[in-house]
C-alpha cells in the first residue's frame, strides 16, 4: 500500500528527529518540567514509548482480527507512564527507539487488506487501521514540541502542518464549548469554520501562519502572533482539544 509506505517514511523522519532531540537530555533535563502542566520532560518520553506499543496492539488487531485494546485501561495506561518516567535519560531514549521499532516492524508486516480493518482507541468511535499511522506521526511531532527542548512548532514539516491543520480545526467544528470564530491559514483558499453548528457567520476571524494557528488550535501557543479581526483582545480563547 503506497500510502502506507509514505506516511512510515513520515514517521520514521519524525522518530529520528524526536531521538536526537531526547539523546542529548541529561538525567537531570529529563526531570526538568515540559510545556504539559504535571509531566516532566520523562513523562512525555515515556508516553510516547507506551503510545507505540498500544499502537501496535492496534495494528495486530486489524490484521489478526482479534480484539486488542490500545490499553488494558485508562488506569494501566497511566502507571505504565509513570512508572517509566523517572527511568535515567539514556533508558528513555532507548525505551522510545525499541518501541518505534516495534511498530515499525508491526507495520511492515501489515497486509494491505489490513488496514480499512475498524479499530479504536480508549475513547471514541471506531476507525480505520491506516489512521493509526496519523495519530502515531501526531503524537511523535505535538509531543516532541512538548518536550520544550528546542523543536517548536516552527519545526514542524509543511505536510505534517497542512493536514493536523484540517483535521484538528474539524474537531473544534459544532463543539458548544468552543468560540465561533474562522480559522484561515496564510495562502489558503478557505478557512476553517469552528464553534457551534447552526449560529450566524463567525464575526471573528484568526489568521496567521499555519504552524502558528496549529500550535494555538492544540493549546501548545497563546496564539499571541496570530492576527484577529472581529474583536479587540486578541485570538478567543478555547478549550481542550480533544
Not at 50 to 73: C, F, H, I, K, Q
Not at 98 to 105: D, K, M, N, Q
Not at 110 to 115: E, F, G, Q, S
Not at 137 to 143: A, P
Request: glycine share 8%.
Amino acid at each position: 500500500m503506497n500510502e502506507a509506505s509514505h506516511s512510515l517514511d513520515r514517521l520514521a523522519a519524525a522518530t529520528d528527529r524526536l531521538l536526537a532531540t531526547a539523546t542529548v537530555l541529561s538525567d537531570a533535563q529529563a526531570r526538568e518540567p515540559s510545556l504539559l502542566p504535571g509531566w516532566t520532560r520523562g513523562h512525555v518520553l515515556s508516553h510516547i514509548a507506551r503510545n507505540a506499543d498500544g499502537m501496535v496492539n492496534l495494528l495486530n488487531w486489524a490484521r489478526t482480527g482479534t480484539e486488542t485494546p490500545m490499553y488494558a485501561s485508562a488506569e494501566s495506561r497511566s502507571a505504565d507512564i509513570e512508572a517509566g518516567a523517572r527511568s535515567p535519560a539514556t533508558d528513555l531514549t532507548a525505551d522510545v527507539r525499541e518501541s518505534a521499532a516495534r511498530f515499525a516492524a508491526e507495520a511492515a508486516a501489515m497486509p494491505d487488506d489490513a488496514w480499512t480493518a475498524q479499530v479504536r482507541a480508549l475513547r471514541g468511535p471506531g476507525f480505520p487501521a491506516f489512521a493509526v499511522l496519523d495519530r502515531r506521526l501526531s503524537e511523535v511531532e505535538i509531543h516532541h514540541v512538548d518536550l520544550a527542548a528546542g523543536y517548536a512548532p516552527s519545526d514542524w514539516p509543511a505536510d505534517f502542518v497542512a493536514d493536523a491543520l484540517h483535521r484538528v480545526a474539524d474537531s473544534f467544528t459544532g463543539r458548544d464549548d468552543a468560540p465561533c470564530c474562522l480559522v484561515w491559514a496564510e495562502s489558503a483558499p478557505h478557512g476553517y469554520r469552528i464553534g457551534p453548528a447552526g449560529t450566524a457567520s463567525p464575526p471573528v476571524v484568526v489568521r496567521g501562519q499555519p504552524a502558528a494557528l496549529l500550535a494555538w488550535l492544540l493549546g501548545r501557543d497563546s496564539g499571541a502572533g496570530l492576527r484577529v479581526s472581529g474583536q479587540a483582545d486578541g485570538p478567543p480563547v478555547l478549550p481542550a482539544w480533544r
